[in-house]
Each structure stands twice: as structure tokens, then as C-alpha cells.
């Protein structure tokens, strides 16, 4: 079976709430105890800078980031934990990314959009107040994921366009100097819930809605309290519908306990005994752990020497590919052989082979660039039919797969995903022009 590797960074520009542990440390905590998988989780702080220009806010963001995923039960021996900017390779790898993505591609990024639309409404330059470093963000995530050579990155819905192009850079590079990236694939987190904040809307730091998930047993209780409700009187029913209050008591409660809920609302609960419910269920799966954040945030040493034994264990993968791909670009000693003849690297490709069997029918099959056995056609009468269905494979991909009149069947441990990231290797390389 092959490991999954997963890989997802946080953003150190504030203090984790309530929506990011169900969101994400929740979630990420459990799949990293699953077998099959290898996680690496990093604190994005070269990201943090693109929005972020408090020193302090940034240090801070990135102690009690670090100290959330750690109480939350994140477990540093089995994962790789780490600090994005102590992976010096990760900044050399964006350079490169940057110099295979067309331009026009981070044009159409949505962050990006938004800012310029924005701008735009106003009146004001298309770029007022747009760094480079918030242009450049895919090409930053994008080398965060391919420099372990992810597959799945666990995203919500808004990021998935970063993956995209994450993909576009692996394959542009690739197609280049060899087959060096894998293309990641966006692990879309749709039953995760989004929780809302105190006002009813998403909870989001821009919002000011959030509850901060380790604060103090009153604090939280006071936040909860705070939390908006309709104006129906005690024993007045109350409907669920809507009620912030019980969507985020559902995030922690069990399915029982929230159908409960739901009938204490409909005989008419007070908000106030409703809120008290709501907060003891919460404070009963935060409270062990709040002691446990407190002890780390009052042992920076500790959470530094854990992130420097996460570098450690990144670094150990990322110098020895970075040292493959300054190689792949040209970026070599001077003492090595020049391979002057050699201008144009030759791409091993995934090929597709036809030939005859013994029965007198035809055949083909899907090679990868390694040589493995991506997929195995069945029997055609003829080898013109054959050849067709190759065709068929080459324009559509993978919708060629299922629409295939002769049935095809994927090689031993190949996933559709595998033949897809195949032909598209095979496309890209046809349409690609030389620069
Ligand atoms: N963009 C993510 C966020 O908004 C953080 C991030 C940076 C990330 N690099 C990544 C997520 C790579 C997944 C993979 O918080």
C-alpha cells in the first residue's frame, strides 16, 4: 500500500479559536493517528509576513499556534512538525516555481482578484496596498507542498485553487527538467464544520466574532454567554434552525446529546440555561487540554526545541531534493561534467504501447515514465479501434476511461488519480512550445 502523505501549514497571524480546532487542529490531530499516513504540519510564518508587520504578533502567533497543535494531542515523533522559515529550502524552491508559472495564472488568483476588484470599486490604482508577497502567495503554498512532494492537502473550499495551482507548477516543472514533483491533490473538508462566531457569522479573526480556544474556564463561559439569540422568552419553544448556539454545541456534542438539545429548545429552555449547557460541554473537551497548553506556553524552550527537531526531520528531505533540482535546473557545481550536447533534458514520459496477443486481438497499455503498469486494455477487434480509444485517452484524460467501449482496467495499485496525472503528463508535454 502507498503512504499518503499529507501536508497542511497554519498561518501564525493570531491566536487559535474555537473555529480553527474544529475546522482543522481537531480534525488533523485524529487523521495523524491513523496508519497509512504521513503528516507534516507547519507553522506558516513566511506567510504570517504578508499580512502581518508586528514583529511581536508574529513570535507570539507562532508560540501559542505551536502550543495549541501540541495540547490538542498533535504527537511530534509521528509527525514532521515544523516551522516553514527554518526550511531555507522552501524560500529557494518558491524562486524556482515563480520562474515555471505564468504570470497570468497568479493574475486570476482570488485573493489577489479580490484585492484588485476591491480596489477597483474605489476609485483607487488597481494595486493600491498589494504586495508582492500577497501576489506571490500561491507560488510560497505551492512550493510548502511540493518541496515533500504531498498528496492529499487537506483544504476547505477556498483553497482549492491554490492547489490547482500547485499542480499546474509541478507539471510545468516536470515537463521541464524530468519527473521530479508529485501533483498534490486537494483533500476537500466538507464534513468538517464551519463554525459560527459570536454575531451568527462565520467564526473569523477578520470578523472579531472568535472564541479564543484556550482562554481561561470564565472567560469562555462569559464568551458563550455573549453568543447571539433571538428574543424568545423562557418556556417560549425555540427552534434550532439558525441557532449559533446550537450549531456549535453540535461541533462538540455527541449525535444524542444534540438531539437533546433540540427537544430541551422546542419545550422551551431559556437561552441562559441553554448557554450554561453549551459552555460545560464545550469546557469538557477543552479542559484537559487547556492545562496542558498552559504548561507548554510557559515552556517556550520546550516548543523550540520540538521545532527544531521537526526542521530537522524536514530538512532531511528538502536539502537532498533541493540539491536534486538545483541540479535538474543547471544550478551545478562547475567541476561536474558539462552535459553542453544535452540543451534540452530529455523527459521520461508515460507512453502508451499497442501490440497483438496470441488470440489475434488487440491490445494496449498505459506505461508510467518508471515503467509501472498505470493501465491494461482489454480485447479489440482491430488495431484502428485500439488506436481510437489511445485517442480518446489523449484529448479527454481520464473521462476517456469510463466512456471506453472495450473495458480498461487500471495496473496493480494505480489509483484513477495515477492515469490522470499521466495523461496529463503526456498532454502538457504535446502542447507544450519551447520557450
Ligand atoms: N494558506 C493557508 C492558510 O490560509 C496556510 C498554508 C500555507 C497552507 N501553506 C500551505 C495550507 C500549504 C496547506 C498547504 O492558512
Not at 502567533?61 to 504527537?75: P, R, V
Not at 498589494?130 to 503554498?141: A, E, I, K
Not at 446550537?246 to 441562559?272: C, K, M, P, V
Request: some cysteine; glycine content about 6%.
Amino acid at each position: 500500500m502507498r503512504i499518503e502523505r499529507f501536508l497542511t501549514g497554519i498561518t501564525t497571524s493570531g491566536t487559535p479559536h474555537l473555529g480553527n480546532y474544529v475546522g482543522s487542529v481537531r480534525p488533523s490531530v485524529r487523521h495523524s493517528l491513523r496508519t497509512g499516513v504521513e503528516s507534516f504540519y507547519f507553522l506558516a510564518d513566511y506567510h504570517a509576513l504578508i499580512k502581518v508587520d508586528e514583529p511581536a504578533r508574529i513570535q507570539r502567533s507562532t508560540l501559542e499556534i505551536a502550543a495549541s497543535w501540541l495540547a490538542c494531542g498533535l504527537d511530534p515523533d509521528r509527525v514532521v512538525f515544523y516551522r516553514q522559515s527554518d526550511v531555507p529550502e522552501i524560500p529557494e524552491l518558491t524562486w524556482f516555481l515563480s520562474c515555471v508559472l505564468g504570470k497570468g495564472v497568479l493574475n486570476r488568483a482570488h485573493a489577489y482578484k479580490a484585492a484588485v476588484d476591491k480596489n477597483t470599486a474605489a476609485g483607487n490604482d488597481p494595486d493600491a496596498d498589494v504586495n508582492v508577497g500577497l501576489f506571490m502567495y500561491p507560488v510560497l503554498m505551492g512550493a510548502d507542498i511540493l518541496m515533500f512532494n504531498a498528496h492529499q492537502v487537506p483544504v476547505g473550499r477556498d483553497q482549492v485553487q491554490h492547489i490547482e495551482m500547485a499542480r499546474d507548477m509541478a507539471h510545468s516543472f516536470n515537463h521541464r527538467y524530468g519527473e521530479h514533483f508529485v501533483a498534490p491533490e486537494a483533500a476537500i473538508e466538507d464534513h468538517v464544520a464551519t463554525l459560527p462566531g459570536l454575531d451568527g457569522r462565520k467564526m473569523s479573526k477578520s470578523y472579531d466574532n472568535t472564541i479564543p480556544l484556550f482562554t481561561p474556564r470564565e472567560h469562555l463561559k462569559k464568551l458563550i454567554g455573549s453568543i447571539v439569540t433571538d428574543s424568545s422568552a423562557p418556556g417560549e419553544p425555540k427552534t434550532v434552525e439558525g441557532s449559533a448556539l446550537f450549531q456549535i454545541y453540535q461541533a462538540f456534542a455527541t449525535a444524542s446529546e444534540s438531539e437533546a438539545l433540540r427537544q430541551a429548545y422546542a419545550n422551551g429552555i431559556s437561552w441562559a440555561d441553554a448557554k450554561h449547557l453549551v459552555f460545560e460541554r464545550i469546557d469538557q473537551e477543552i479542559a484537559p487540554m487547556r492545562a496542558a497548553y498552559q504548561a507548554l506556553i510557559d515552556n517556550p524552550a520546550k516548543i523550540e526545541a520540538i521545532l527544531q527537531a521537526g526542521a530537522a526531520k524536514a530538512r532531511a528531505i528538502a536539502t537532498p531534493f533541493m540539491g536534486q533540482l538545483r541540479h535538474a535546473v543547471g544550478l551545478r557545481s562547475l567541476q561536474t561534467q558539462a552535459d553542453s550536447t544535452a540543451k534540452v533534458v530529455k523527459v521520461a514520459l508515460p507512453v502508451f504501447k499497442q501490440y497483438r496477443e496470441s488470440d489475434g486481438q488487440f491490445y494496449f497499455k498505459l506505461q508510467g515514465a518508471d515503467g509501472r503498469l498505470l493501465l491494461q486494455s482489454g480485447a479489440f477487434v482491430s488495431p484502428k479501434v485500439a488506436g481510437q480509444s489511445i485517442a480518446a485517452l489523449q484529448a479527454d484524460g481520464i473521462k476517456a476511461l469510463h466512456g471506453s467501449p472495450v473495458p480498461l482496467q487500471p495496473g496493480p495499485d494505480v489509483t484513477e488519480s495515477d492515469i490522470a496525472a499521466a495523461l496529463q503528463a503526456l498532454k502538457t508535454s504535446k502542447e507544450a512550445k519551447p520557450v
